[in-house]
Structures are given as C-alpha cells and as structure tokens.
C-alpha cells in the first residue's frame, strides 16, 4: 500500500461531534434589552391567534391562516415546554419589556442529536415590523441554543421573497449556506428556499 498516497476528503474530515447532553430549560423569562420571552400559554389564545391567522404570516410558514381552533391545538401543545430531544421544539412568547401582550415567538427546534443541529425561526405580528425585535429575539436563543445545549450548528429557512427575515439572518452573522429552488409548493405557486446557518466557534468568536 502507497503510504504517501493523499487522504480522501473522507479520511480528512473534522471528527464526527458526539451528541448534546439533554439539560433541563434555560431560567425563564429570558430579558434583553427590549424584549421578554417566556412559555406560552393557553390564556395567550387572543394575542397569538391575532397574528397566526393573517394571511400575511401565513404566507411564509406555507401553511393557511390559523382557525382559532387550531391556535388553542398548537397553544396547548407548545406551551408544555419540552425540551430534551431531536424532535423537540422550544417556543418562546415574545412581549415588549413592561407588557402583557404577546407580539409574537421564537422558536428553537432539535433537529438532529447526533451531529447536534437545531433551527431557529422567529414570527412577529406585522404591528411592530422593522424595529429590530426579530434580530433581538433570535440572538438571544441562539445563545442558549450553543451556551446551553451545546449545538454544533443552528440554522434557518426561509422563503426567498421574505427578505425580512433573509435581513436577520445576515444582521446575526449567519452565512447563505444553500438556495433550493422551487422546492416547495403553496396554492399551485412554487417557492424557493433560502438556508442560512452559522456554527458554534463562529458565534463564539464574535
């Protein structure tokens, strides 16, 4: 056998990552400068059903508006907080520091256990678009997302068009890792993917 014979990409790749160690939930509400973050709850129906059943939220999440039946599903769902393998998703009700009213979530979902991925997504009621609140939010779960858990690497998706949401991912340092085109489809009309994503040591290095 050629002993200098050069190494496949295979035999050159980093070390397969061994898998975040479930923990228990990060000390809740999370503060930022602007914002609190905490559990959702049943008593929220109102505040949440009031964004997720415009057709303008909905446009992006490819799916319909929300019945107001189907926000009390999901409500009672998200709101038992769990949070301790692939598959889980943490879903944070946004509020303006010294408010009741819930503006919107931010969500962290396990993806993947062995290669330790998860993805973030945020969605915010159209009143109070363009201040920022989105980049907010999102870092902040970012930073629990390595801090906490210990990921490897978090991501989002996204449709094309939503150029305020591709605006965010740029504004948090995440690179456009992939675009896939027409790889969805909503009323007959295909959408294209944008996939953004940033790794535990550059977040870190920041």
Same mark, same amino acid.
């Given at each position: ?6 190494? !496949? ?11 975040p160690q479930p923990t228990s939930l990060p000390p809740l509400p999370l503060h930022t400068e602007r914002l609190s973050m905490r ?16 057709p303008d939220v909905a446009r992006y999440l490819y799916r319909d508006p929300q019945t107001l039946e189907r926000t009390r599903e ?29 503006? @919107? ?13 998860a993805e973030v997504g945020y969605v915010f009621h159209p009143s109070v678009a363009g201040r920022g609140y989105a980049t907010e ?27 305020? !949401? ?21 009323? @007959? ?11 535990? !040591?550059?977040? !870190?290095?920041?």
């Amino acid at each position: 056998m050629d002993s200098t014979k050069s190494a !496949s990409p295979a035999q050159i790749a980093h070390p397969v990552p061994t898998p975040p160690q479930p923990t228990s939930l990060p000390p809740l509400p999370l503060h930022t400068e602007r914002l609190s973050m905490r559990g959702l709850l049943i008593d929220d129906l109102d505040d949440v059903h009031a964004y997720q059943s415009l057709p303008d939220v909905a446009r992006y999440l490819y799916r319909d508006p929300q019945t107001l039946e189907r926000t009390r599903e999901v409500l009672a769902k998200v709101s038992a907080l769990r949070f301790s393998g692939e598959g889980d998703a943490l879903v944070l009700g946004i509020q303006q520091r010294g408010s009741t009213r819930v503006i @919107g979530e931010v969500i962290l979902k396990w993806t993947s256990g062995p290669a330790r991925q998860a993805e973030v997504g945020y969605v915010f009621h159209p009143s109070v678009a363009g201040r920022g609140y989105a980049t907010e939010a999102a870092r902040a779960v970012i930073d629990i997302a390595f801090g906490h858990y210990g990921f490897h690497r978090v991501y989002a998706r996204l449709d094309e068009e939503n150029n305020a !949401s591709a605006a965010v991912c740029r504004r948090l340092g995440m690179r456009q890792e992939a675009r896939l085109v027409e790889n969805d489809v909503r009323e @007959g009309v295909w959408g294209t993917e944008l996939i953004f994503g940033v790794l535990e !040591s550059e977040w !870190s290095s920041r």
